[in-house]
């Protein structure tokens, strides 16, 4: 059965600093997608990973992509307040559902 | 172009009670997915249909039921609603397609901003 375990689930940091969010998966999965939820709203799709080695960059954020360790990682860049929501990864195989993390809640203070 | 849109947004049930959900899909997206996402928890998949017909389910349990229409739009349907089953419920359309490899796979998801479910 496929799983997802984040960490940290509670992230709390300063503006202008840097941190990283970690993903790991427990089975193959060939597509792994990277979630924003603002509190009392839907999930934005922020990056879809397909493949080992894959980095993709919006703003201060950077996703990227490790299939042998069966790892993705979440890089903030210089956090700003804006930036303060949960994150959630979630992978999928074939068809099958898409498995979530228990999502990390990143606040980001003055 | 209408993204995934659900109704109601908002609900409020007691104990016992049965609930229907609404969604209907973003243009062009044949496949529905259910979410269940309890306060603070990640989003747990409920079911999943393609082509009218249920095509997987999570560890739902039976009260839990749906629907999918020719149009496409789909109903989750609760029954003897309990107090844990106060949650967001988000609904997620997709394409289902096939790869240059032929396997299957969906497009990625795209969520609708979800009905809230208070039970009493």
């Known amino acids: 059965e496929l799983k997802v375990e984040q960490n940290p689930l509670f992230l709390s940091m300063q503006e202008g600093k840097n941190y990283t969010i970690y993903c790991n998966y427990s089975?193959?999965?060939?597509?792994l997608y990277w979630y924003r939820q603002d509190p009392g709203k839907s999930l934005e799709s922020l990056f879809v990973?397909?493949?080992?080695?894959a980095v993709k960059q919006e703003g201060r954020l950077m996703a990227s992509l490790d299939t042998k360790a069966r790892l993705s990682t979440l890089h903030i860049t210089a956090a700003v307040h804006d930036l303060s929501a949960t994150y959630f990864c979630a992978v999928t195989r074939g068809s099958e559902k898409l498995v979530f993390g228990k999502g990390t809640k990143l606040t980001v203070n003055p | 172009d209408a993204g995934v849109t659900q109704s109601p947004t908002h609900l409020i049930k007691t104990r016992g009670q049965q609930v229907t959900l609404r969604c209907s899909p973003k243009s062009g997206h044949d496949t529905v997915s259910w979410y269940q996402q309890a306060l603070g928890q990640g989003p747990q998949f409920i079911f999943q249909y393609y082509e009218e017909e249920e095509r997987q389910r999570g560890n739902f349990p039976d009260r839990f039921s749906g629907h999918q229409f020719p149009n496409y739009s789909s109903e989750l349907n609760v029954n003897a609603l309990l107090l844990g089953d106060s949650a967001l419920y988000l609904c997620a359309s997709s394409s289902a397609l096939i790869s240059g490899t032929g396997s299957s796979y969906n497009s990625p998801l795209h969520f609708g901003n979800g009905t809230r479910l208070t039970v009493t």
């Open positions: 990973l397909l493949s080992n080695g």
């Open positions: 089975t193959t999965s060939d597509r």
